[in-house]
């Protein structure tokens, strides 16, 4: 899996490679964070942090380590991360910070166009991911201060509400198959839910002893890998989902 953190050989933030059978992790980039691996394995693409002249979205060929901006801030106080694939992988999603809320934008690879989705009255926040038809993008969002998890097409239109917001909802990863999603409630943060992105139908649930946060599905769909927080260090915790 990838993940971001502090780089311990050099001190700076970098975008690693997680081994989830004990392996040792990858460097794949340093300042840097938000990794973000393309369906086909071949292009990362990640948030720069430093220097500040190429802060920005980055893509990076895995073969050949060949780097390109396809992003770069609006200026100091601005910030552009969280990038995300499209199934097809033609698109790449981020989210801009303005220096007063989060957008959502998308930049397109066959004609090098960048622009911003219209979310609506919903003000985005956490991990968010693209449904499989490659049609929207579910995300954690806040509308008349409730949090809650929301579809947000990428042509256009309205916002829809997947979950009622009772408890902070957000942090998605969805299933490859793109039936279920699994995310985070942060006034409830000892069990694992997953639910159909399309009906809102509630399924599993799984209850846990630790605190929990950032839930992300395997490749194979078949389980959720999630951070878990005891004794004041995190770890990763693995739970298989079988038929």
């Known amino acids: 899996m990838i993940t971001h953190g502090d780089d311990p050989a050099s001190g700076k933030a970098a975008v690693f490679s997680v081994s989830l059978y004990g392996e040792p992790p990858k460097v794949l980039t340093t300042d840097s964070a938000f990794g973000a691996v393309s369906p086909d394995g071949r292009k990362l693409a990640y948030a720069r942090w430093k220097p500040a002249d190429q802060e920005g979205i980055w893509i990076k060929e895995m073969a050949t380590g060949t780097e390109r901006r396809i ?134 649930t799984v209850q846990l002893t630790v605190g929990s946060r950032s839930a992300s599905f395997t490749a194979d769909g078949q389980a959720v890998v999630f951070q878990a927080l005891e004794t004041l260090h995190y770890f990763l915790i693995t739970i298989e989902f079988k038929g």
């Open 71 to 204: 992003a770069s801030t609006n200026g100091p106080g601005t910030a552009v991360y969280k990038p995300q694939w499209s199934p097809d992988a033609d698109r790449i999603s981020y989210i801009r910070w303005n220096g007063r809320g989060h957008e959502l934008w998308l930049y397109d690879f066959g004609n090098g166009s960048e622009r911003r989705i219209d979310t609506g009255p919903v003000l985005l926040a956490g991990h968010y991911e693209w449904t499989s038809d490659g049609k929207s993008v579910v995300c954690g969002g806040e509308m008349g201060s409730v949090w809650s998890l929301w579809r947000v097409p990428m042509e256009g239109g309205c916002p829809t509400r997947l979950t009622v917001g009772s408890e902070e909802e957000l942090h998605v990863s969805l299933a490859p198959d793109g039936r279920r999603l699994a995310f985070q409630k942060n006034h409830d943060i000892s069990r694992v839910i997953l639910i159909d992105p399309t009906s809102g139908e509630t399924g599993r």
